[in-house]
């Protein structure tokens, strides 16, 4: 059996999706790798918790923004995870694979609905993380292209949205000027 | 008729009293920091056409907004200055364009970055529409430059900064 057919053997057992001809060709395997037993409870116990803690289905109130917002947060693990390890070994871990980022997902949407439903208290309204991303972007119009970048050195960091609706000249936003008065002289950026 | 005067003065103490005491104890609504939020008015054209009002920048904030913009303009022009508190646990607004709802800025604390940062969910409103929604991370007088919608020939730069961040 080669190294694929292995990993969608492997996966179908996972997800309890073998047909009788697939376990007939798994078993073996199985008998000479009794270890799989183990890992494959821990997943199911994994999934079922979360299956328990998770609704089926969650409408983010901004799909898009969220789906950039999880991506960025999944490659992020998954850059420390290559930091932490380098040479991450070959075998068993390298098929749970599959299953590390819609565990991360999970794991995320969870910290959302935790978020959504426990949130509010001194505590948790502003958590303090050491670490510092870069920020995501999105615009809900399809005709607005977003673009960012940043200046490490000065600390500055700059949005462009490009494709916004003209403000018609016919709109005086220079009517109130009242807190420009009110600022003090040479403020600066 | 004088007793029900003084019972409707009273009523209103209470709840005056009732509500300043739900305020006080939401720590949700205290202040952490302030956000100041500065609209730029950048143009090639003829600056005149915003009337006498406008005031032009230091040379030393044009050189600061060109390097970072990494483009040039004949000519900038400061619109408004808004400064608006950060409540801990609620969303604020802040309309750099004063008394104007055709630009609005809206943000609210996520998580704290260090020491002097603060990392923002915020938005930017165009006539009453969500246009940007991001998470920036503002440090203490560093900048964060929206470059949004064109208008009388000019570009219109919302310039954003942390003025201020109370200490945990």
Same mark, same amino acid.
């Given at each position: 059996?080669?190294?694929?057919? $292995?990993?969608?053997?492997?996966?179908?057992?996972?997800?309890?999706?073998?047909?009788?001809?697939?376990?007939?060709?798994?078993?073996?395997?199985?008998?000479?790798?009794?270890?799989?037993?183990?890992?494959?409870?821990?997943?199911?116990?994994?999934?079922?918790?979360?299956?328990?803690?998770?609704?089926?289905?969650?409408?983010?109130?901004?799909?898009? !923004?969220?789906?950039?917002?999880?991506?960025?947060?999944?490659?992020?693990?998954?850059?420390?995870?290559?930091?932490?390890?380098?040479?991450?070994?070959?075998?068993?871990?390298?098929?749970?694979?599959?299953? /590390?980022?819609?565990?991360?997902?999970?794991?995320?949407?969870?910290?959302?609905?935790?978020?959504?439903?426990?949130?509010?208290?001194?505590?948790?309204?502003?958590?303090?993380?050491?670490?510092? /991303?870069?920020?995501?972007?999105?615009?809900?119009?399809?005709?607005?292209?977003?673009?960012?970048?940043?200046?490490?050195?000065?600390?500055?960091?700059?949005?462009?949205?490009?494709?916004?609706?003209?403000?018609?000249?016919?709109?005086?936003?220079?009517?109130?000027?009242?807190?420009?008065?009110?600022? +003090?002289?040479?403020?600066?950026? | *008729?004088?007793?029900?005067?003084?019972?409707?003065?009273?009523? %209103?103490?209470?709840?005056?009293?009732?509500?300043?005491?739900?305020?006080?104890?939401?720590?949700?609504?205290?202040?952490?920091?302030? /956000?100041?939020?500065? *609209?730029? !008015?950048?143009?090639?054209?003829?600056?005149?056409?915003?009337?006498?009002?406008?005031?032009?920048?230091?040379?030393?904030?044009?050189?600061?907004?060109?390097?970072?913009?990494?483009?040039? !303009?004949?000519?900038?022009?400061?619109?408004?200055?808004?400064? $608006?508190?950060?409540?801990?646990?609620?969303?604020?607004?802040?309309?750099?364009?004063?008394?104007? +709802?055709?630009?609005?800025?809206?943000?609210?604390?996520?998580?704290?970055?260090?020491?002097?940062?603060?990392?923002?969910?915020?938005?930017?409103?165009?006539?009453?529409?969500?246009?940007? $929604?991001?998470?920036?991370?503002?440090? $203490? %007088?560093?900048?964060?430059?929206?470059?949004?919608?064109?208008?009388?020939?000019?570009?219109?730069?919302?310039?954003?900064?942390?003025?201020?961040?109370?200490?945990?």
């Amino acid at each position: 059996m080669d190294q694929n057919r $292995k990993e969608e053997l492997m996966t179908l057992w996972m997800d309890e999706a073998l047909s009788p001809d697939d376990r007939r060709e798994w078993e073996p395997y199985l008998v000479e790798h009794p270890e799989l037993e183990l890992e494959r409870e821990e997943y199911l116990r994994l999934r079922n918790e979360l299956r328990a803690l998770l609704p089926a289905e969650v409408e983010p109130p901004y799909p898009d !923004f969220f789906n950039t917002h999880l991506m960025r947060q999944i490659r992020e693990e998954e850059r420390q995870e290559r930091l932490v390890k380098p040479a991450a070994s070959a075998g068993m871990r390298g098929w749970l694979m599959p299953w /590390l980022a819609p565990a991360a997902a999970a794991a995320v949407v969870a910290a959302f609905i935790a978020g959504k439903e426990f949130g509010g208290t001194k505590e948790n309204a502003v958590a303090v993380v050491p670490t510092e /991303l870069a920020p995501v972007v999105y615009s809900s119009l399809s005709t607005v292209d977003v673009r960012t970048w940043e200046n490490l050195d000065e600390g500055v960091t700059v949005i462009v949205l490009e494709g916004l609706d003209e403000i018609p000249s016919s709109v005086d936003l220079m009517k109130t000027t009242a807190a420009l008065e009110d600022s +003090e002289p040479g403020a600066t950026f | *008729m004088h007793k029900r005067s003084v019972t409707v003065v009273v009523l %209103g103490w209470c709840l005056w009293a009732l509500a300043g005491v739900a305020w006080a104890e939401d720590p949700g609504k205290e202040t952490i920091g302030t /956000l100041k939020a500065e *609209m730029i !008015f950048a143009t090639d054209g003829d600056p005149g056409v915003l009337g006498h009002s406008a005031k032009g920048l230091s040379a030393e904030e044009q050189e600061r907004l060109e390097v970072a913009m990494r483009k040039k !303009f004949k000519d900038y022009r400061r619109l408004g200055v808004d400064r $608006k508190p950060i409540l801990r646990g609620y969303e604020n607004w802040s309309s750099p364009m004063s008394g104007s +709802e055709e630009l609005m800025v809206s943000f609210e604390p996520k998580e704290r970055v260090g020491a002097d940062a603060l990392r923002l969910d915020m938005g930017l409103w165009q006539s009453k529409q969500k246009v940007l $929604k991001t998470d920036p991370v503002l440090r $203490k %007088g560093k900048q964060l430059y929206i470059v949004g919608p064109k208008w009388r020939g000019g570009q219109l730069i919302i310039v954003l900064e942390l003025v201020d961040l109370l200490p945990e």
